[in-house]
């Protein structure tokens, strides 16, 4: 994650093949949003934005074959 500010969020990851990828993201587990980045190659990174100040996020990142999970819930805000 890289970036972070109290509205906005980097998600950075590099898959082992070249494919597209697909955050999900909420406040809740249930990862109610989606944003993809498709590029097509091994590193990716989807700005999420539009995020509400001081609340917590959980996200997924997903690619193709490419199943990386981020277990992280982070605390947006300054």
Do not use: N
Not at 23 to 28: A, F, M
Not at 51 to 76: C, I, M, N, Q
């Amino acid at each position: 994650m890289q970036g972070v500010t109290a509205r906005s969020a980097v998600i950075c990851w590099v898959s082992e093949y070249p494919v597209s990828g697909v955050v999900e993201y909420g406040k809740t587990p249930e990862l109610a949003r989606k944003q993809a980045d498709s590029r097509g190659g091994r590193r990716h990174a989807v700005a999420l934005t539009g995020l509400d100040p001081g609340s917590t996020f959980h996200y997924r990142v997903e690619g193709g074959a490419l199943h990386e999970y981020a277990k992280l819930a982070r605390k947006l805000g300054a």
